[in-house]
């Protein structure tokens, strides 16, 4: 799956597509469980979604990638 909306993890710094994250924190915070950062090796073991802001530069990344990929 390709990322349209990355945001990043402003506790370890790991990228994320926007709706996959926020599915993930809202389907373990239901369980009253912490969410996991998903990277292996990673030990941000509560993410929030308060911790995530936008990734304006893996978009703009994206987006030059997806242009080339069209040309």
Known sequence: MDM???VKNKICGHSYEKEAIEKLIQDRHKK??????PRIGCDN???NT???V????LKRAIEVHNKKQSH
């Open 4 to 6: 349209v909306n990355p």
């Open 32 to 37: 009253k469980k912490p969410a996991r950062c």
């Open 45 to 47: 073991h509560d993410v």
């Open 54 to 57: 936008p990734d304006t530069a």
């Open 50 to 52: 308060a911790d995530l």
